[in-house]
């Protein structure tokens, strides 16, 4: 491990003394990324937390001293019991907590949507073909091949196609 | 303009090169059918000479690329169906570049990497087919000639799926046949309707794009109905929610080539396709429609990723991980701001590298171990370390880590999309944190742990793969630490595609930056 750091170390000196005042050539650092955030650097002047900083300053100040005064009372004075060995044993029960929401209801409900996928998004296209299958499946068998069937039908339309003209007064 | 002065305006190079682009692996696949008839021994010689000669053509191109022109370049114009407007016009410009680069490397790299079971001859000829015509699509600047070659490149997926593929090839390759078909006959449509709509406006008919978005006037109603009409069928081809479930069962059944190709650049055609005839051709709907698309995106992103964390195949995992992904390139794409739109363009090259690569590596997972069940596999990571090391690059590449290209892409997008997709944005994020999810699992459990006795024999990365992901690997690195040279190309026409849209409509993007200043 120690040469990798003594690599690093030295290439992290190296890289912030280019940034120290001496030749405007040795900044393209700060620019290396330029196109991609270059546009997105913004300024916190003129938003809520820069016009309210004197706020929050106190509120910071206050919460380190009511963080004072607590560990004073639980352990200088032992006013208080201590309650937080046990949750930082285990790690704010945290990964206890994410393992079981993921693993319970986050494993289910990803389950369930890779079902809707296969058999809902995926059946719709499927049944889509199986009812072009389907359809065509009755509708070939009209096709008989006898010409004199072809014929009876081809007269049939005629005849209902005129019937359909009368009525509707088109050949009047 | 008219398409003469476009011409003169456009590089005064006299050898066409697009042109030499799209003919090289056509005659390259005349060549693998011909010659290799008479010595078998040089059908891959043939389809490789082609194959590189394309890609060196394509980087000549990136090399000449005048990055301070924002129009299209290296133009080639000529009358081909003159009574119908229907011209061989081809041209670049910093959105296509890059997608034409990329095809430029893609093909050569994979016909020297991978090699089919059976029948070399016709699967070399239909892969060379399948270059021409993806190349043919992103240099088309004529509606008519951008539909033949957006329907030439089904021909040979089509027969690559079917016949060199996996268990259910036909099955795949009829569903994907059948769903890319139905989405051209809505843009066989739009297409034709939008050169008779805009005759009197252009004064007679055209396919040319440049003329029909320059001097084209189209009502608003009709404008709306051509968008969503070549929408639908780059939709299909993106793929958005809900017409994507040809994907899975494609990438998954196709050989890996198929794979690379189809995740590297076809679904490319379909985000290029929103983006050259859905924004520049329809600025007005393309506006309208936002709200309809973000949401498809955002949907594609959440949806996509949850259903890959649940894929027991491992194929399958790296198919639905594009749905995601795609997601952001049509977010970002809509969400017409400089930085947004021209993250999307990037994105569409990493994920060609990071899934093409993805796709490669279960590949060569499957030519040792016969499966791609993610049960089946463990602790290859102590059999194979190089390999690992190999698939963890690639793998944190997809999911976006800094450094690598996959973030430049994704970060870029999702901050350009803040100011005007800004709740899609915030569920779209989410989709950040379920690709680690899906991809980590699925190395912790192929790659982690004490392989058994099926997976001991597991053989280390051989020279020629080695090279070939070295390949995908430096191009993930460079573009991941100096992405300059690469958005240098792309932003000036993305920019000035913008410009185009706000010239037209009552969009105006968000001034960026220095807020308060």
Known sequence: MLIPLVVLSVLSVIGGAMQLPFSKNLHFLEHWLEPVVEESER?????????????????????????????LAVYAKRRLPAVEPKVLENAWYYDATVARIVGGPGVAAFDGITRFDARVVDGAVN???????????????????????????????????????VWRGWLA | MTPASLAASSSALGFPILTALVVMPLVGALGVLWFGR??????????????????????????????????FQFVSLHEWIPAWGISW?????????????????????????????????????????????????????DLFLFFVFFEIVLVPMYFLIGGWGYDQRVYAATKFFLFTMAGSAFLLVGIVATAMLSRDAVGEITFDVVRLAEQGSLSVDAGRWLFVAFAIAFAVKVPLFPVHTWLPDAHTQAPTAGSVILAG????????????????????????????????????????????????DLKRLVAYSSVAHLGFIVLGTFALTDQSVSGGVMQMVNHGVSTGALFLLVGMIYERRHTRQIAELRGLQQVAPVFAGFFMIVMLSSIGLPGLNGFVGEFLILIGSFDTARWWVIIGTVGVVLAALYLLWAYQRVFHGEPDE??????????????????????????????????S????????????????????????GLAGE
């Not at chain 1, 309210?52 to 560990?71: E, P, Q, R, T």
């Not at chain 2, 079971?117 to 892969?127: C, F, G």
């Not at chain 2, 597991?458 to 793969?465: D, H, M, Q, V």
């Open chain 1, 43 to 71: 300024s916190i002047k003129g938003t809520w937390a820069y016009d309210n900083k004197y706020v929050l300053l106190g509120v910071a100040i206050v919460v380190a001293l009511a963080g004072i005064a607590l560990s």
């Open chain 1, 127 to 165: 049944g889509a073909g199986a009812l072009a299958r389907g359809v065509g499946s009755v509708v070939r068998r009209s096709q008989t091949g006898f010409v004199r069937a072809y014929a009876a039908i081809i007269a049939l339309g005629t005849v209902v196609l005129l019937a359909w003209f």
């Open chain 2, 38 to 71: 008479l010595r078998n021994e040089w059908t891959k010689l043939i389809a490789l000479v082609a194959s590189i000669t394309t890609g060196a053509l394509s980087l000549w191109v990136l090399q000449a690329f005048d990055t301070s022109d924002a129009g």
């Open chain 2, 89 to 141: 016009h081809l041209g670049i410009d910093g959105i296509s570049l890059f997608l034409v680069v990329l095809t430029g490397v893609l093909f050569p790299l994979v016909i020297a990497g991978v090699d089919p079971h059976h029948d070399e001859r016709p699967y070399l000829a239909w892969l060379l087919v399948l270059e021409a015509g993806v190349m043919g699509s992103f240099v088309s600047l």
């Open chain 2, 265 to 312: 650049v076809l679904l490319k055609m379909g985000t290029y396709g929103l983006l050259r005839f859905g924004v520049y051709l329809f600025p007005e709907a393309s506006v309208w429609a936002r709200p309809m698309l973000y949401t498809l995106a955002v949907i594609g992103i959440i949806y996509g990723a949850i259903a890959a964390t649940m894929q027991k």
């Open chain 2, 454 to 487: 099926a997976n001991r024999g597991f053989a280390e990365l051989r020279l020629r793969e080695g090279l070939l992901l070295s390949a995908f690997v430096a191009i993930i690195i460079f573009t991941g630490v100096y992405p300059k040279p690469m958005l």
């Open chain 2, 489 to 512: 190309r792309i932003e000036p026409s993305v920019k000035a595609l913008i410009e185009h849209v706000e010239a037209r409509t009552d969009y105006r993007q968000p001034v960026q």
